[in-house]
Structures are given as C-alpha cells and as structure tokens.
C-alpha cells in the first residue's frame, strides 16, 4: 500500500494566523491554486480511492486533486483536525493579544503544558483517533496493493507521521513542524508497517527532487 498523505490548501484564515480546528472554513484561491498544482504534479500517479476529513477544506483539496478522476472518495472523521473548541479562531503566534490567547499558543510553544478548553480535544486523544485510522491502513488486507490519498490537516497530518515515526511525545509533538499547505508525504506499508518514504513534497512551487527508491512509487 502507497498512501500520499496532504495537508489541505490555504485557507483565509490560515493567511491570517487564526486556529481553525473543527471550525468549517473553505479554501481561499490561492489554496486552490496550491491545490491545482499538486493535482498537475500528481496526475501521472494512479490512486485507487481517497480518504478526506469531512471538512470542507480538505475535501475540496482532494477532489481538486483527483481532477475529475473515476475515484471513490470516502469521508474519515478520524483524520480531521484537532478540535480547539472556544480557543477556535484565537491568533496563532500571539500577535494579536486575546482573551485566552496566551494559554491557547502553549499549543505551539509549551505543548507539554497545553491545557485545552473543557470543549475541546487534547493531544493524546489526537494521537488515539489518527492512530486507530493508520493501524486500519496497515490492517485492511483488501487494501495491501491499493494507493490512496488521505486528505487531512496540519496538527491531524502532524500524529499520524509523528506515529510512523515512533514518536507519541506530547513535548515534541512539533518537533519536525506543521507541514505546509498541500505538502505530501509518501508513506509505504508493507507487512503492516508504515515508512515514510518521502516528505514535504511540494508540487509546482519548486522542483522536486526524488531518490530512485522514491521515484517509482510517484509513477
């Protein structure tokens, strides 16, 4: 099984720094551009059926992805975002102080020592639901030879390659940072163990530049 796992395109509210969690926001069109590209960079790649959060941002990047293709495509609550309940639509980064702003942007700077709202969800319940998605993938048997795209989100995209990393910290959950708007990572399951095989790939905002293993699975 080959799974190309993107995060969606650029929101309005992504452009402006606000958390945007279970809040519904559409792509602005400039993330429909991103998307566009990744769907001209990936149309040679053959993709068997997709899974895409239920919102309405990643959903739409997988269908411009898919391009109109004959694709079944399913929705997967597990690979939505992590909900921020009453912290949603805060600032990220506190540029612009807020009522609550400063506990909310432990999340990115303190993540051992984030306290989420009482509606909200935490980290270890993130890595719960996205793992229980991923261990299907490695499970499913009538899924072994398929290749699937996985439309997802930044902090949900964030667990799920954290896990095949081996990495479960809370402290080091951005370790290796929030992969942009529309990034894709490849990641190869063979016996029913994960691989990354390829990450941070970014279509038609710079070349990229694959190693021969890597090549064949984007053919």
Known sequence: MILYI???????????????GLTDI?????????????????????IDLCYTSPLIRAKET???????????????????????????????????????SAEFNRFFTDTANYLPPADAETIPQLYERTGDFLNEMCTREDLQEKRIL??????????LLNRIKGNLSVADFWRDKVPPNCAVTVAEIRGGVPRIQAEGLIFGKSEVCLDNKVLPMLQ
Request: hydrophobic content about 35%; proline content about 5%; charged content about 25%.
């Open 150 to 159: 996985v439309a997802t989100h930044g902090a949900a995209m964030t667990a």
């Open 6 to 20: 993107i995060r969606h395109g650029e929101t309005d509210w992504n452009r402006v720094h606000r958390v945007q």
């Open 62 to 100: 997988a269908q411009i992805v898919l391009g109109g293709r004959d694709v079944p495509m399913y929705d997967e609550a597990r690979i939505r975002e992590l909900s921020f309940g009453s912290y949603e639509g805060l600032f990220s980064g506190g540029e612009h102080p807020e009522e609550g």
């Open 26 to 46: 559409p792509l602005n069109d400039y993330g429909r551009r991103l998307a566009m590209e990744t769907a001209e960079g990936m149309k040679e790649i053959p």
